[in-house]
């Protein structure tokens, strides 16, 4: 597994043409902009101004394009945010002004550490699903790589060494990132590396399922969460596995405007 510091280092020019490609997106909350909206669209909870939308956009792209580390990102970005009010807490504006009305979090060194790592893992993996699509003639089979370690979700410890064509369902569902804060990757396989390897080739046809899961209480809004059941070579059991609500979608499949790559 490649760890962020790593990728950053190496910034593959897909990555960046994904990321400035994107529009803009402004939304209150998280799931106003989801799935394949977030293929099309940079949007980042709260940021209700076009300004400080831009700001830090602005700055993941510098990331990107410069290999910055975390802490640069945020030496950088902190300042602008602060000048503009959008950092600490702050009344939410949803509600009439009064002795009640809930504090929302605006930018912070956590939301930074966030946005920082969603968008570039997000634009790292685009970046890596176009290059494996210009390479399918002579790789034409991918294979889920998660990290395995204390920190790895069961769901994408089942996931971890599964085979499929590259055309195949399943990673219009389970490309990574599969969820906040999800470390695994692809690698591509020519004929000969499955050979070699003794691996299994998959077919998800109809073994896919698109459950409703809640995404808002206040608003009862539901969203599909792609399910497909796996057997865990390790534990010797079926495992359900989801992305994290949100996460149902592979991030290099559209490009800004909503045509298929």
Same mark, same amino acid.
């Given at each position: 597994?490649?760890?962020?510091?790593?990728?950053?280092?190496?910034?593959?020019?897909?990555?960046?043409?994904?990321?400035?490609?994107?529009?803009?997106?402004?939304?209150?909350?998280?799931?106003? %902009?989801?799935?394949?909206?977030?293929?099309?669209?940079?949007?980042?909870?709260?940021?209700?101004?076009?300004?400080?939308?831009?700001?830090?956009?602005?700055? %993941?792209?510098?990331?990107?394009?410069?290999?910055?580390?975390?802490?640069?990102?945020?030496?950088?970005?902190?300042?602008?945010?602060? =000048?503009?009010?959008?950092?600490?807490?702050?009344?939410?504006?949803?509600?009439?002004?009064?002795?009640?009305?809930?504090?929302?979090?605006?930018?912070?060194?956590?939301?930074?550490?966030?946005?920082?790592?969603?968008?570039?893992?997000?634009?790292?993996?685009?970046?890596?699903?176009?290059?494996?699509?210009?390479?399918?003639?002579?790789?034409?089979?991918?294979?889920?790589?998660?990290?395995?370690?204390?920190?790895?979700?069961?769901?994408?410890?089942?996931?971890?060494?599964?085979?499929?064509?590259?055309?195949?369902?399943?990673?219009?569902?389970?490309?990574?990132?599969?969820?906040?804060?999800?470390?695994?990757?692809?690698? =591509?396989?020519?004929?000969?590396?499955? =050979?070699?390897?003794?691996?299994?080739?998959?077919?998800?046809?109809?073994?896919?399922?698109?459950?409703?899961?809640?995404?808002?209480?206040?608003?009862?809004?539901?969203?599909?969460?792609?399910?497909?059941?796996?057997?865990?070579?390790?534990?010797?059991?079926? %495992?359900?596995?989801?992305?994290?609500?949100?996460?149902?979608?592979?991030?290099?499949?559209?490009?800004?405007?909503?045509?298929?790559?």
């Amino acid at each position: 597994m490649l760890e962020l510091a790593v990728i950053m280092k190496l910034p593959p020019e897909e990555a960046i043409k994904y990321l400035t490609a994107k529009g803009y997106k402004i939304s209150f909350d998280w799931h106003e %902009v989801l799935q394949g909206a977030h293929r099309n669209a940079f949007t980042v909870a709260k940021a209700m101004r076009g300004d400080v939308l831009k700001d830090i956009r602005d700055a %993941v792209e510098l990331a990107l394009s410069e290999g910055q580390t975390l802490n640069e990102f945020r030496t950088q970005l902190t300042p602008k945010l602060k =000048a503009k009010g959008w950092w600490g807490k702050v009344p939410d504006p949803n509600f009439e002004p009064g002795l009640n009305v809930p504090m929302i979090q605006l930018g912070s060194p956590r939301r930074l550490k966030t946005i920082y790592r969603t968008n570039l893992q997000t634009s790292y993996m685009a970046g890596r699903w176009s290059t494996q699509v210009e390479g399918q003639a002579d790789r034409p089979f991918l294979q889920y790589i998660a990290v395995l370690d204390s920190r790895t979700r069961v769901a994408h410890q089942a996931l971890d060494g599964k085979v499929y064509p590259i055309g195949d369902p399943f990673w219009k569902d389970f490309y990574p990132p599969n969820g906040w804060g999800c470390r695994c990757r692809v690698r =591509a396989l020519s004929e000969e590396n499955v =050979a070699a390897r003794g691996l299994v080739v998959g077919d998800s046809a109809g073994q896919i399922i698109h459950q409703d899961k809640l995404i808002s209480e206040s608003t009862g809004e539901m969203i599909p969460v792609s399910k497909i059941d796996l057997l865990d070579p390790r534990s010797g059991k079926q %495992v359900s596995v989801a992305p994290d609500i949100g996460w149902s979608y592979n991030p290099g499949t559209t490009d800004w405007q909503g045509n298929k790559l």
